[in-house]
């Protein structure tokens, strides 16, 4: 087949190539004027929707059932605390990240915990925990804004080479995400248990460990991503992660991921994560009210599902 | 036509392809009222296409199927379904979730209507009782409760139950994969009485000694094609072989019994029963009738070696699974992954996978044991059944652990490359690896050095050496007097 | 004599900053309230989910449990109404503010939402008599604060004509939501003179303008502490100048009082109006400074000032 | 035949003991709860949770998921609080149309093989939207028949109870009973296996969201009667709250394994959950994470009867 060809068999294609549409309709409103401003916008926010989203994706590689609820009560956890402990110091940045890290540890370690101790479903096990970070997260600050650190409100909100920091840094996280899936044993490892949990069980794969290990990994991109944020957008706020549960999921299935397990897919969030913004700012550019913009959002999810689904893509 | 008779089924002239595999290659067959047709062939030989193409579930690219010397047109499911066509597949097909009443539903789709809970249990029970008489299986339980043999039991009586349409012919395809000795018994035995009454039945097996005993006729395939076609007492065990195009290396039978017990065991579980010890280089039997505990050892055996939580560096214990659906090949997957995630360890530095290294032993194997595909990189589904067992077989020898645990590994492979296998497990065996044995076939139990039989989830008798024979077995498992 | 009642604040959601300012106010003044022995209890209960079928579930508990009066700041003006009326049968006296609900046999505590956006406008005709384009940033969709809100912005653009709002967007009442809506609005509108707001979302417009080269219009702020320190670092850094407008969290006490002096047999007027908070050019810093670092302008109500606003109404 | 449970039968032990220990200590926190009153207050808004839970059911019991629930309930709602008042005729027009698009979206997650969860997310977006639209902000009314059915005053025991009742069992029979109901588990149990006997899964399928969505319809009608009126996020957090009970009262993601029963028992559960806490008086800061405290217990408690269950087994 003709390597053109062949890269409609690819899951991911669909969602860059309507957010491909999407970025050209909206720029097309002021004829090209807005390119470089939408551009930069899109990698900006789409950033964070791609970290959260890389973790979800692993997690929903686990297999079916598999999912974390916790995501935004962990963001905001994470940003919340590590606000307050920076306490607008430069020097503090660093302590900052650990505890951000700790902080993801920890609340991964509560989910796994949950999901092995009383073998309840992780939607409902993530569910109840993101309730009790909640709570912590209440507890620790009430809701003060606390502003970042000057250089890591800096950082955050500026460019490199014309590419927003934020985004230089997802794709980074990216990059690793990427190796971790397709060259290490741990990425075979959660494609196996994601296909097969007995199966991968009786093939020798530590299958506790690795789950573990993901639960882990996404509840720290989580809070990575709530830091981030919260610098990003001059302090942490109690209802920041809160649009995070449905984008998190959406651009993961969106972006090509087999919902059952086992295929996981990282490009596809890219695309996904500019899809997602993009087409929120096409329907605000064309000023169609809540309802219509809702509707639409709705509609080109599916019309994306639909074109790319159907056909299973073959893996190797 | 020749006779009086009118073929239940004829087909003629059957082409199906997948791709650039020739599944059926033009073939014709026909099945009369009152005959068993055995059919017999290696792996991926074409004998669960022709079936589909029966059961109306694969319309063929060329070719024609017809019924009573009447062309179907337009045959699928339901037109075979209401001329009786009935089918027990290779892999079990109820829904586990249901119970057997509620699967007796599905099976038969005109069983509607007010109070058909009644109906259904009359219908099931009244076939089970008939093809298996003595079983204790209630018709209100779910199907997922049942063991492997139970459920097979269910699909097969679901088979020849009758709700309306009575069954003309039933397809059987590899139906005592899970069935012991004396459950088969019942089964061929009703088989004979079906036929005697008139109706047809087409039998797949790869025990040929069944199909040598059951059949009116014997058909042949072989890469698609229908190669040899005679009456059951044209065929001896030897001749069958042969026109399956199977060098059938003959068993060289018992091994020559050594001195291993002096050496210290390298496994050892205190099950229920006589206490369950290994020694290196042994080949160990796991015996008795199906389903008596011998596969929970065999996960005790498993679960008790290898970490859950951390990778073991240096695995003891490695295992070929029986069921291969549900615990042993990962469906999205190439045949080559599926080959080498259990010796990843080997062929990785530092958590990083080393492809070259995986190719290139990939490619031993598939040598080594034969695996019928043109690319390693095709999907695993894409093989035969037979040919996925072979793939699990590998996966498991591929790895370092000494010790191999197998749960009646041999379901659905073929003569031919049953002898291959066998062959590398002596070799195996003979440079000091462990292998612990289930099996429900006597031929495999007794390749080994030493048996335990087991009944009712203990272990009840062990047999070594001259004593592992079919008799003393037999005995074991019925009698249950511990030695 | 109310010593022997006992009031319940049903709450819908605490995840911003205005609710728990909300909710310390509350805590502080009926805790001294209850320390007086003005009445006997007090309690504060949040819903999880900001759901209006959770804090109806709630409401009916507290019913249960046998409180006198509930003071309710409502997920819904109406969909709470059902079991509103359940407490009022049940004797109970039901005081809403904030969210204020509809159901007549309640007390409202409300806020001239409509006036509020109305006010923006009429604030920015002064300031740029010109006029000029405007972005307005919205609430949270299908919620009436919002619809209220945004109803008098567009009122106050019908009365001053030289406006037009070229762009729309919802940012939630929340920053970081805003800052992504805005900024992904922004290139592909013309030359914007001001931004007209709901509160909690000024900060984060702001911070979305000033990712790009445009001059910054005029952002009418929300009260949070957030919103008027950037004001403040842009009033002493090139003399920016524009206005705050919120409700006070405060209100909760004010609430409180009502329903204490309801239960002391007061006759009061089933609809109360309370100002709104506003803060202008000259009482930023006064206003600043006596705001907690994160938290929202706010004014707490004594037993005195309740009875105030209670003797006006008449 | 010894006396040994069905799996069907312990799926609603479990969640039936849970109901019955929460409800205890409901009545020993607050006595008053126990009366004709108590009992409809704490359980009232349970029926709609109850029936979106059997629509949520409906659809796991094919193996798929439904995110939109809560959005397509508020949008019931919504249409109930508006058209099925004002123009009764268009009114129940448009809920057959829901009913039929949900059927629809059945056939078509079936024929172009897409997940369910994918889709169902974008259709959140679209009722969400359409709820917007019927309603910018909240309002409309109850049709006075719901809010007299709703707060109707039956004989012995209160409505709540005995709708709850009605509810299990027209959802017993319809699932568990019938040949529908059977072809529908059939399908999350084995789909291959449904086909080759003769049926026609794309049917089926669609059957299971149309009757999802009759279900569904039921909750926003019967949600509208207990508040009155409507808005367009009026019921969000049923989708959570529907998964939830369905796995509470025994249920399972995939496999066909589904208890109408013990889903209304776990859409009771979770209500009572909620008042329980309440009743607890916990300091606000804490009173979320109370929530999700108290769903981890309830699942432990779910774990230890599981466990006694296959020791009863393994004997
Ligand atoms: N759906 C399919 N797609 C691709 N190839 C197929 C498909 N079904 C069958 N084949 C191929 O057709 C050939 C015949 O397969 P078939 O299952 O009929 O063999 P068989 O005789 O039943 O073998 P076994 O004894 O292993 O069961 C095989 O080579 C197989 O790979
Ligand atoms: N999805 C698929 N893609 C490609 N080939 C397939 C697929 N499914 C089945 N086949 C082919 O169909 C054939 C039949 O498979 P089946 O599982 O019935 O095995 P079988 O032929 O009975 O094998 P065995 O006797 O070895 O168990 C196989 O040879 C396989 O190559
Ligand atoms: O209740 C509202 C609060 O939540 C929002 O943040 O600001 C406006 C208030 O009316
Ligand atoms: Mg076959
Ligand atoms: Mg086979």
């Given amino acids: 087949m003709n390597p053109f060809l062949r890269l409609f068999e690819t899951p991911w294609i669909w969602s860059w190539l309507a957010s491909f549409i999407v970025w050209f309709l909206t720029i097309m409103v002021t004829l090209g004027a807005s390119t470089i401003g939408v551009s930069q916008a899109a990698l900006t926010f789409a950033a964070f929707s791609v970290i959260v989203g890389l973790g979800q994706m692993f997690v929903i590689t686990l297999g079916p059932g598999n999912i974390d609820l916790s995501v935004p009560a962990t963001m905001t956890f994470a940003g919340t605390v590590a606000l307050k402990l920076m306490n607008v110091e430069n020097g503090m940045i660093l302590p900052g990240l650990l505890v951000t890290i700790a902080i993801g540890l920890v609340v991964g370690l509560c989910n796994y915990s949950l999901i092995k101790a009383l073998r309840i479903p992780p939607i409902i096990a993530t569910l109840s925990m993101s309730f009790i970070v909640q709570s912590a997260a209440i507890w620790t600050n009430r809701g003060l804004r606390i502003k970042p650190p000057s250089a890591l409100a800096d950082f955050t909100t500026s460019n490199t080479l014309g590419a927003p920091n934020v985004a230089i840094v997802a794709l980074l996280i990216s990059i690793l995400a990427w190796f971790l899936l397709e060259k290490t044993i741990y990425g075979r490892w959660i494609s196996a248990i994601g296909q097969s949990m007995p199966a991968a069980r009786m093939a020798g794969i530590p299958v506790d460990g690795a789950r573990l290990a993901t639960y882990l990994f996404c509840a720290v991109l989580a809070s990575v991503a709530g830091y981030l944020l919260a610098c990003f957008s001059g302090g942490a706020a109690l209802n920041m992660g809160s649009e995070y549960l449905l984008m998190s999921i959406a651009v993961v299935v969106i972006g090509g991921t087999a919902v059952a397990g086992g295929d996981s897919n990282v490009p596809g969030i890219w695309g996904a994560s500019l899809f997602m913004f993009l087409v929120v700012s096409m329907l605000n550019t064309y000023g169609l009210g809540a309802g219509i913009r809702l509707i639409m959002t709705g509609l080109i999810i599916i019309s994306v599902i639909m074109l790319a689904g159907g056909r299973r893509a073959s893996i190797r | 036509m020749d006779g009086i008779q009118k073929a239940v089924i004829a087909v003629d002239g059957a082409k199906v392809s997948f791709g650039a595999v020739k599944a059926l290659d033009g073939v014709t067959l026909r099945v009369m009222p009152g005959e068993c047709v055995g059919l017999v062939g290696h792996n991926g030989a074409g004998k669960s296409t022709i079936v589909s193409v029966i059961n109306g579930g694969l319309t063929p690219q060329a070719g024609s199927v017809a019924s009573d010397d009447e062309r179907l047109e337009r045959y699928g499911i339901n037109a075979a379904r209401a001329r009786g066509v009935r089918c027990v597949f290779q892999e079990l097909s109820l829904c586990p979730n249901l119970s057997i009443v509620e699967n007796t539903r599905i099976m038969h789709r005109d069983l509607g209507g007010f109070g058909w809970r009644t109906r259904a249990q009359k219908i099931i029970e009244q076939s089970l009782d008939t093809v298996f008489p003595g079983h204790s299986i209630g018709s209100s339980r779910a199907v997922g409760d049942l063991s492997i043999a139970e459920r097979q039991m269910v699909e097969i009586a679901m088979a020849f139950s009758d709700a309306g349409i009575a069954p003309r012919l039933v397809i059987l395809d590899e139906p005592t994969s899970s069935l012991d000795a004396s459950l088969a018994r019942q089964m061929l035995d009703h088989v004979r009485r079906f036929v005697a009454a008139g109706g047809s039945v087409i039998f797949i097996s790869h025990i040929l000694h069944e199909i040598l005993e059951t059949s009116d006729r014997i058909i042949v395939m072989k890469d698609g094609r229908v190669v040899a076609e005679r009456p059951a007492h044209g065929f001896d065990h030897h001749g069958l072989v042969e026109a399956m195009g199977t060098v059938a290396k003959e068993g060289t039978g018992q091994r020559l019994s050594r001195e291993q017990a002096a050496a210290p065991p390298i496994l050892s579980h205190q099950a229920e029963g006589l206490s369950f010890k290994a020694h290196e280089g042994e080949i160990i039997g796991l015996a008795g009738l199906a389903g008596h505990g011998q596969t929970e050892l065999l996960l005790a055996l498993h679960a008790a070696q290898s970490g859950n939580w951390r990778p073991e560096r240096d695995p003891l214990v490695t295992f070929v699974a029986g069921d291969r659906r549900l615990n042993g090949v990962f469906e999205l997957w190439s045949i080559l992954r599926n080959f080498s995630i259990a010796s990843l360890g080997d062929l990785s530095r530092r958590g990083l996978i080393l492809a070259k290294e995986e190719e290139t032993k990939g490619a031993d194997w598939k040598r080594r044991i034969e695996i019928r595909t043109p690319d390693l990189h095709n999907r695993i589904l894409s093989l035969s059944g037979g040919n996925q067992q072979k793939v699990l077989f590998a996966r498991a020898l591929a790895t370092r652990a000494p010790i191999v645990l197998m749960d009646d590994p041999m379901r659905g492979v073929d003569v031919g490359t049953k002898q291959e296998v066998y062959k590398i497990i002596r070799e195996e065996a003979a440079r000091g690896r462990t292998f612990v044995w289930y099996s429900t076939e006597m031929d495999e139990v007794r390749l080994c050095d030493r048996v335990y039989v087991f009944r009712e989830g203990r272990i009840m008798d062990e047999l070594a050496a001259d004593a592992v024979n079919e008799t003393n077995i037999i005995t074991a498992s019925f009698s249950g007097v511990p030695a | ?314 | 035949m010894t006396l040994r449970l069905s799996s069907d039968a312990m799926r609603l032990v479990i969640p039936a003991l849970s109901l019955t220990l929460l409800l205890a200590a409901v009545f020993w926190l607050q006595p008053r709860a126990m009366s004709y009153v108590g009992l409809n207050l704490l359980f009232n808004l349970a029926v709609p949770i109850a029936l979106a839970t059997i629509a949520q059911m409906l659809v796991m019991a094919v193996n798929d998921l439904d995110l939109s629930m809560g959005t397509f309930v508020s949008f019931i709602a919504c249409v109930t609080a508006t058209f099925l008042r004002d123009a009764p005729v268009t009114g129940v027009l448009i809920l057959v149309g829901a009913i039929a698009t949900y059927a629809g979206l059945g056939v078509v997650i079936h024929l172009r093989n897409l997940p369910s969860i994918v889709v169902t997310l974008g259709m959140s977006f679209v009722w969400g939207g359409l709820g917007v639209l019927l309603l910018p902000a909240p309002g409309g009314q109850s049709p006075d028949w719901v809010r007299w059915l709703m707060t109707v005053k039956p004989p012995l025991a209160p409505m709540a109870i005995v709708a709850s009742i009605i509810i299990a069992v027209v959802a017993h029979l319809v699932v568990m009973r019938s040949s529908l109901g059977v072809l529908i588990r059939g399908i999350g149990g084995n789909p291959r296996s449904v086909e080759r006997a003769g049926w026609s899964i794309v049917a089926a399928r669609g059957a299971a969201y149309g009757l999802a969505g009759v279900f569904a319809v039921l909750a926003g009608i019967a949600l509208v009667g207990l508040t009155t009126s409507a808005d367009a996020n009026i019921a969000l957090r049923y989708t959570l709250l529907s998964i939830a009970g369905v796995i509470l009262g025994g249920g399972e993601f995939i496999g066909g394994r589904v208890s109408p029963i013990g889903a209304v028992i776990g859409a009771l559960t979770l209500t009572l959950a909620g008042s329980f806490l309440s009743f607890l008086r916990i300091s606000a800061d804490w009173q979320i994470g109370a929530q999700g405290a108290i769903l981890i217990i309830v699942l432990a408690f779910r774990l230890m009867l599981n466990r006694v269950e296959k020791r009863e087994k393994g004997r």
């Fill in chain 3, 1 to 314: 004599d109310t010593s022997a009642k006992k009031i319940a604040l049903s709450n819908n959601y605490a995840g911003n900053s205005w609710r728990q300012a909300m909710l310390t106010s509350w805590e502080k003044v009926t805790g001294e309230a209850v320390k007086a022995g003005v009445v006997a209890a007090a309690d504060a209960f949040t819903t999880a989910e900001n759901q209006a079928t959770e804090q109806a579930a709630q409401i009916q508990n507290m019913i249960l449990q046998g409180y006198d009066a509930i003071v309710l700041n409502a997920a819904s003006p109406t969909a709470l109404n059902g079991a509103v009326k359940e407490a009022c049968d049940a004797g109970i006296t039901v005081v809403s503010f904030d969210g204020i609900v509809t159901e007549p046999c309640a007390w409202r505590i409300a806020v001239d939402f409509k006036e509020m956006g109305r006010s923006q406008v009429e604030y920015l005709s002064k300031k740029l008599p010109d006029g000029g384009n405007l972005l307005e940033i919205r609430g949270l969709a299908g919620v009436f604060v919002d619809d209220e809100i945004s109803a008098g912005i567009h009122e106050g653009v019908k009365q001053f004509p030289q406006f037009k709002i070229v762009g729309s967007v919802h940012g939630d009442w929340a920053q970081d939501v805003a800052q992504k809506a805005v900024a992904g609005i922004l290139p592909s509108l013309p030359d914007i003179v001001g931004v007209v707001t709901q509160g909690g979302d000024g900060y984060g417009a702001a911070q979305a303008i000033a990712a790009t080269d445009r001059k910054m219009p005029i952002i009418v702020m929300g009260n949070r502490e957030d919103e008027l320190r950037w004001w403040k670092e842009q009033k002493d850094a090139k003399g920016y100048e524009t206005m705050s407008v919120s409700i006070a969290p405060g209100v909760s006490t004010l609430a409180f009082w009502v329903a204490q002096q309801i239960l002391d047999g007061k006759e009061v007027k089933k609809d109360l109006v309370v100002p709104f908070l506003r803060i202008d050019q000259d009482n930023l810093e006064t206003n600043l400074a006596n705001t907690q670092a994160g938290g929202v302008a706010n004014v707490e109500y004594t037993q005195q000032d309740a009875l105030k606003v209670i003797e006006s109404a008449k």
